[in-house]
């Protein structure tokens, strides 16, 4: 066989082997059904399961109830209010079964020949959706499980989700649940909503027109939306209507009639109702899906109930009270910033308030020159109101807590959650003022000091690294005469304060304010800490006075005490951890005698007088530079509440010195609250804080070391190094107006000791400070150098002269309160 034979023979085998023999093809022919549905096998895993769908049958939000078991929030996964089929109008569910699914009571989740038509409209060219209602119910519940991408892996994973679907729910359960989800635009989930937002009505009285429209918005919701485009949305409500007709859920000639009639839209969006206590909700929801993952559930859809601490009562008297406080202050604001006030005498402000606008970004990338994007601004009548309008929106924080436990009572976080959501209690950081000096005296009586203890009320200079001076002042001259230290507190005097400073440590009280309380913000460790430059928190600084009210134990915050399921099984309960004495009850004791005369004779005597609050209360007044912010913190054995006032842009301020004063506009706010928590008995106006005792020798070193101890070796945080002077943008402290200012000066002079400085202090506590501070003439020196802040200054003196705009808003009644 020549080599010419051989190839031909190889080829006629070759060919022979190329041939398919029927047995092939029948492999061939089996193969692609089989791998088809091996793929379907693998993908079930990564399908909703059971359990899930199960779940979803009865999926129920987390509530929040108050102490006292009042609603005071409901953590929806979105804006719903679910209502059962019967309570749907018939015309919905017609609608929406003649236009989706006319098979949907015939099949079990897929709807073979309407996939088959649809498979074939699509390979033509004209695209068709053949999904039923039970597979569009599939991808409303799971979106993130099944996807929304155009790939057969989708459609499998839907088809499959969609037969558990009809396995597990009827087929009414499955319209009421998919009416219940399906979104339609404007934060609105489910028919009822819908039926509120698009004809303010409830889905129970959609009448045929109104049904066919919010159907027709199922093809797609922002493409028919009846609100912007109205001619669209009439065309897809006809399209229903005439699916109606074909399927004989509609008589032909009442259609006729129909599609002729025009859109009737009655459009509001639909809020969420707030509630009582929405930052406080806000909050506890964050803390709350924390908890809620390293449990295992859901917020959302397990019925968690959470019972929180807050008192129904008092948050109402909170919301008032803030409520009426923040009304009067804003009709003083508008005046002080009326276009042709206030507004007009500070152009280079407002200039500054245009130039960080989103509008005056877009201005100057559309092409304009910084001049032109400016006069084009400040032209636009509108943009200018409601900047005005938005820069001058006094704001406030307000928190009230049991000293006790720990538990928070009462908070409001703005004027208005539906304005302005930012909460002013634990987000804001803004600096405390005056309120941040019982610290300082705190840590002195620590040390050995005594209230009547004398320093001489005369000009400071605190020299600062790099050679600067720090002059703290108060608003009057210096008198040249003693004041013990409990008038320094009692009148908010900055040089007393300043002096004590010096002989205490910036270091120690930083570290005595963390262990009572302020733990978040950081304190520079500078001199001018003692008036209250260093930013903090409204819930840092009321739970630092609750600290004081407990005997100095500290006690961090607590909102819940215990969360339920849905059957009503406790999963945890919460209860306040163990106090942390972070000063000794006697220095408490001492503080809190002190504080009680800012109450009587002080700053705070608004709380007797205006109020006629007679329990036994003691507390502080604070307010920054320029009167940007407003403090006030009253404390009593049950309850200590405080209140921040002031403007979200600390560069606005009331332009007043009565009306910004924290005198004049925190302390309305907290003793309305107790004026009427004490008439209704909430908390009881005898009660009074428990007297100290004498102890021996060994329980007060006791006490002594138990303090040190946690000082340093407790949970408070670690004081940090003193940072290098630095210089704010816009705001410092100001200490609280001397309410007897002229009495005080007119008092005899305190003897002086031979040094004139001081007087002698207790030994232990002289042993521990410093040098005497250097001293200036008696007057008051302008500010040369800084220490973290600008100048600080003090308010006019009781009776002192306003300007005529705060005479003319300062009520006769106030002239001579704080």
């Not at 359990?51 to 929030?73: C, F, N």
């Not at 489910?190 to 066919?212: C, H, N, Q």
């Not at 109930?305 to 803030?322: E, F, K, P, Y």
């Not at 002031?646 to 004063?661: E, I, K, M």
Request: no cysteine; proline share 7%; charged share 20%.
């Amino acid at each position: 066989m020549n080599l010419a034979q051989i190839k031909t023979l190889a080829a006629e085998r070759l060919a022979r082997l190329r041939r398919p023999t029927r047995r092939g093809v029948l492999k061939a022919l089996a193969a692609v059904p089989a791998l088809f549905m091996l793929y379907v096998l693998v993908l079930i895993p990564f399908t909703p399961g059971i359990s899930d769908i199960r779940k979803a049958k009865s999926d129920q939000p987390a509530q929040v109830l108050s102490a006292d078991g009042k609603e005071l929030a409901v953590f929806k996964w979105a804006n719903r209010d679910w209502v059962r089929l019967a309570d749907i109008s018939p015309n919905v569910t017609t609608a929406l079964i003649a236009t989706e699914d006319h098979r949907f009571y015939q099949h079990f989740g897929l709807d073979w020949r309407r996939m088959g038509s649809a498979a074939l409209h699509t390979f033509s060219g004209n695209r068709q959706g053949g999904s039923t209602i039970t597979q569009q119910l599939a991808r409303n519940l799971y979106p993130d499980e099944i996807g929304r991408a155009p790939t057969l892996t989708r459609k499998l994973k839907e088809a499959i989700t969609a037969l558990k679907i009809e396995a597990l729910y009827t087929k009414d359960e499955i319209l009421e649940t998919y009416l219940n989800t399906v979104p339609f635009l404007y934060n609105a989930y489910g028919i009822e909503m819908a039926a509120r937002t698009y004809f303010d009505k409830s889905a129970g009285k959609l009448d045929v027109l109104e049904s066919a429209t919010l159907i027709g918005m199922l093809k797609g919701n922002s493409y028919y939306n009846p609100v912007i485009n109205p001619e669209r949305a009439v065309q897809r409500r006809n399209t229903v209507l005439a699916q109606m007709v074909k399927y004989q859920k509609l008589d032909p000639a009442k259609y006729e009639a129909l599609k002729k009639r025009p859109l009737r839209i009655d459009f509001e969006r639909q809020t969420e109702p707030p509630g009582p206590a929405p930052h406080f909700a806000q909050q506890l929801r964050k803390w709350l899906i924390t908890w809620a993952d390293r449990n295992d559930y859901n917020i959302y859809t397990d019925g968690l109930v959470v019972h929180t601490t807050i008192d129904s009562r008092l948050q109402a008297m909170a919301n008032q009270a803030v409520a009426r406080q923040g009304n009067q202050l804003q009709g003083i604001a508008n005046a002080a910033w009326a276009p042709r006030s206030g507004w007009a005498a500070n152009k280079e402000l407002v200039q500054a308030f245009v130039r960080e606008t989103p509008e005056y970004r877009a201005a100057r990338e559309s092409g304009l020159t910084p001049e032109a994007a400016m006069k084009q601004l400040l032209a636009d009548g509108a943009f200018m109101q409601a900047l005005r309008q938005s820069k001058t929106r006094i704001q406030a924080g307000f928190l009230a807590l049991d000293p006790r436990s720990g538990e928070i009572k009462a908070w409001v976080g703005s004027r208005d959650f539906s304005q302005d959501a930012f909460d002013h209690v634990q987000q804001a950081q803004r600096q405390p003022g005056s309120t941040f000096k019982p610290f300082v005296y705190g840590a002195a009586f620590e040390q050995g000091a005594s209230p009547d203890d004398t320093f001489v009320d005369q000009a400071v200079e605190i020299p600062l690294a790099g050679g600067e001076v720090w002059r703290p002042s108060d608003d009057g001259p210096p008198s040249g005469r003693a004041m013990s230290l409990r008038d320094g507190l009692v009148y908010s005097k900055n040089t007393i304060t300043a002096q004590l400073m010096q002989r205490v440590g910036p270091a120690k009280v930083a570290r005595l304010a963390r262990a009572m309380g302020v733990r978040q913000s950081r304190l520079d460790t500078v001199p001018s800490l003692a008036l209250g430059t260093s930013p903090v928190t409204l819930k840092e600084m009321v739970s630092a006075y609750g600290t004081i009210a407990n005997q100095g134990a500290y006690l961090e915050p607590v909102m819940v005490t215990r969360i339920e399921d849905r059957k009503g099984e406790v999963l945890e309960t919460f209860r306040p951890a163990s106090p942390e004495q972070a000063l000794p009850v006697a220095t408490v004791q001492t503080l809190l005698d002190v504080m009680r005369g800012v109450i009587d004779r002080g700053t705070g005597t608004s709380i007797r007088t205006r109020f006629g609050i007679r329990a036994d209360v003691a507390g502080k007044t604070g307010t920054t530079q320029d009167n940007a912010d407003g403090w006030f913190i009253l404390m009593h054995p049950q309850l200590v509440a405080g209140a921040w006032v002031g403007f979200n842009d600390s560069r606005v301020t009331l332009r007043s010195d009565y009306w910004g004063q924290g005198a004049h506009s925190a302390l309305p706010m907290v003793g309305d609250f107790f004026q009427r928590s004490l008439r209704a008995r909430v908390i009881d106006p005898n009660v009074r804080f428990v007297k100290h005792e004498e102890t021996g020798l060994f329980e007060a070193l006791g006490w002594t070391i138990r303090g040190w101890y946690q000082r340093f070796f407790g949970t408070a945080s670690k004081p940090e190094a003193p940072p290098a002077p630095r210089r704010p943008a816009h705001s410092a402290q100001a200490p609280e107006p001397a309410m007897e200012a002229s009495a005080v000066a007119a008092a005899p002079p305190t003897a002086l000791p031979p040094g004139g400085a001081s007087a002698p202090l207790g030994r232990e506590f002289a042993d521990a400070v410093p040098g005497p501070v250097s001293a200036s003439s008696p007057a008051s020196a302008p500010v040369e150098a800084l220490t973290g802040a600008p100048r600080v200054r003090d308010m006019p003196a009781a009776g002192a002269s306003t300007s005529a705009q705060d005479a003319a808003v300062a009520p006769a009644s106030e002239g001579n309160v704080p």
